[in-house]
């Protein structure tokens, strides 16, 4: 019996691994991004340092918003980020305002 022909490849297919390949290490990148600065932005609320936590909550809503429009985050799943931050934050802020 002959020995079978190696199996033709289809073009497009790679190309979409390819692409699936350089998406999904863009969109790691994104993630990351947004969990180490969600840790900072906690690690500045527990120690009250209240400009910290000013300049990182805007950090973080710039990028999961970043990361909204480029499709790596649904765009509910980045409101309840911002929010459950943003509330964490304000108490802070609230607290060493009174």
Do not use: D, F, W, Y
């Amino acid at each position: 019996m002959p020995a079978k022909a190696a199996k033709k490849k289809n073009l497009s297919a790679i190309k979409r691994i390819r692409q699936a390949q350089k998406r999904n290490l863009r969109n790691a990148s994104i993630r990351s991004k947004i969990k180490t600065v969600s840790k900072r932005i906690e690690e500045a609320i527990t120690e009250k340092n209240q400009e910290n936590v000013k300049k990182l909550l805007r950090e973080i809503i710039r990028a999961v918003n970043s990361a909204v429009s480029k499709g790596v985050l649904h765009k509910n799943t980045a409101s309840r980020k911002i929010s459950r931050l943003s509330k964490l934050a304000n108490a802070v802020l609230k607290n060493a305002a009174a």
